[in-house]
């Protein structure tokens, strides 16, 4: 069964902080995404991780993956009030059956306090 | 170009009823997917449709079903409602060149079983 971790769950920061949001997946998966949610508001793609040691950066959002430690980390750099959301990461894994391929994580709920 | 749309936005219905919700995807996507979110689960993969052929789908009884038509959009059919069907369900239209997938969300249709 794929199971996908987040953390931490919520955090709350100050302005010009840096930090990062973990994602560990539970079995081999070849791609793994990240997305931005605003409360009450539909989802935003942020990334799409393809291969092991891809890195992609937007702004102040740098995303990276590790498929050996099975692990995807969300960084933020100087963080801005504008980036309060909560931030999902979902694996994708291909060799799981039909009814088991992607799965999310439970969210990390991000405060940045002014 | 014209986002992601999904109608109804919102909808209230009562147990034992059946539902069916409309995805029209941006213009020359041919893939759509579909996402449940609720409180208690978070967000759950439903399917993910490409060419009229449904590609991909997630952990849901028969009750959930869904079909892509020749102009891609597609709609998602929930027969017998049940409390627990409440949620927000979200559809995304992606599309891949070079090897790199981008997705893009529509704003949602909430339902409410009653």
């Known amino acids: 069964e794929l199971k996908v971790e987040q953390n931490p769950l919520f955090l709350s920061m100050q302005e010009g902080k840096n930090y990062t949001i973990y994602c560990n997946y539970s079995t081999t998966s070849d791609r793994l995404y990240w997305y931005r949610q605003d409360p009450g508001k539909s989802l935003e793609s942020l990334f799409v991780?393809?291969?092991?040691?891809a890195v992609k950066q937007e702004g102040r959002l740098m995303a990276s993956l590790d498929t050996k430690a099975r692990l995807s980390t969300l960084h933020i750099t100087a963080a801005v009030h504008d980036l309060s959301a909560t931030y999902f990461c979902?694996?994708?894994?291909?060799?799981?059956?039909?009814?088991?391929?992607?799965?999310f994580g439970k969210g990390t709920r991000l405060h940045i306090l002014p | 170009k014209a986002g992601v749309t999904q109608t109804p936005r919102y909808l209230i219905k009562t147990r034992g009823q059946q539902v069916t919700l409309s995805c029209s995807p941006i213009s020359g996507h041919r893939s759509v997917s579909w996402y449940q979110q609720t409180p208690g689960q978070g967000l759950q993969f439903l399917f993910e449709?490409?060419?009229?052929?449904?590609?991909n789908k997630g952990n849901f009884p028969g009750r959930f079903s869904g079909r892509q038509f020749s102009n891609s959009r597609s709609e998602m059919n929930v027969s017998t409602l049940e409390l627990g069907d409440s949620a927000l369900y979200l559809c995304a239209s992606s599309f891949s060149s070079g090897g790199q997938e981008t997705q893009y969300f529509g704003p949602g249709t909430r339902l409410l079983v009653l």
């Open positions: 449709y490409f060419s009229e052929t449904q590609r």
């Open positions: 991780l393809l291969s092991n040691g």
């Open positions: 979902a694996a994708y894994c291909p060799l799981m059956n039909r009814d088991d391929k992607i799965i």
